[in-house]
DNA sequence: CCTATATCAGATCGACTGACATCT
DNA sequence: CAGATGTCAGTCTATCTGATATAG
């Protein structure tokens, strides 16, 4: 039922719901490239955060992720014991850790990058250059305004 | 720590992360919405699929929206409580059921669509227009592209 | 004493799996 | 008997809440 399987076009009128389809559909596929390299979305995330701003406190990255703290625990073990980043309490504050990437950790961010592009070779695939800018510009724009996490550093 | 909460621009780069982030705003968006009417995701695509396409079985209604059958079961019995479907046995094949709209499901419908524009104008607030149908038609033509289900009907 | 940090235990929700009674 | 349909029970994952030990 090739025909059976087609979606109701008022529902396909409903941006919220391509918006909601195709970030189900992003996530899955970029999950499945990261996890062949034992990688998660989640420590993605955490990567690219001491990539871009370096040492932090588990709070703060999760603060600036919106990952729940207690959520955090879990994924900042997986990144330690791959020995991707590295744990050391704060001589300062020793309730906190300063959490740092190690070379390891590096790598694994180079990696993860490629792992990105074949997402989006895959994913994009019907839109040409100009076209993939023009969405990342579009959803960009839309997510700096609602939430005041995605806006990039100025 | 307005400073600390910036997501990392190397995430930001990553359209697949981009994509994902805005979907999840969009489901909880329209969610919200939806929900101030008694009205869940899954009982929007439903009822829409009944609008669109008329009487099915719930075997069809689930194969047409990738909704697992066993799950369907909750949402019909919803459906039915708020008296906005009808399950009839098939006289034809009395392991199904018929499926349709009643007069409240047309009206629950009205209601829905109109938190889809309330969720739009939240959602796409910094878009005009024109890029809110750009982005639309890019995000259409991304998962008409995946997923074959999300063909709109020829 | 109050607050912050990391952690753990548990609730909740959506999506998926396996089994089953009923019917064709 | 094999296969389809609706249903139920249970798993798995991500997300969120609440409590706690330790430190400031």
């Known amino acids: 039922m090739d025909d059976a399987a087609r979606l109701p076009p008022s529902l396909l009128a409903i941006t919220a719901f391509l918006l909601s389809k195709a970030g189900r559909l992003a996530r899955q596929t970029l999950g499945e490239h990261l996890s062949a390299h034992q990688l998660?979305?989640?420590h993605l995330a955490v990567l690219t955060a001491l990539a871009?701003?370096?040492?932090?406190?588990?709070?703060?990255l999760g603060a600036r992720l919106s990952i729940d703290p207690s959520d955090l625990v879990a994924v900042m073990?997986?990144?330690e014991s791959a020995d991707w980043i590295q744990r050391r309490r704060d001589p300062a504050d020793r309730r906190r850790y300063v959490?740092?990437?190690t070379k390891a950790g590096w790598t694994a961010l180079e990696v993860a990058a490629r792992d990105a592009a074949a997402t989006h070779d895959e994913l994009l695939a019907p839109l040409d250059l100009r076209e993939r800018e023009q969405l990342h510009r579009l959803l960009l724009r839309v997510l700096t305004h609602l939430d005041p996490h995605a806006r990039a550093e100025g």
């Open 40 to 42: 998660h979305l989640s």
């Open 52 to 60: 871009d701003f370096g040492p932090a406190a588990q709070r703060q």
């Open 99 to 101: 959490v740092s990437l």
């Open 77 to 79: 073990d997986d990144l």
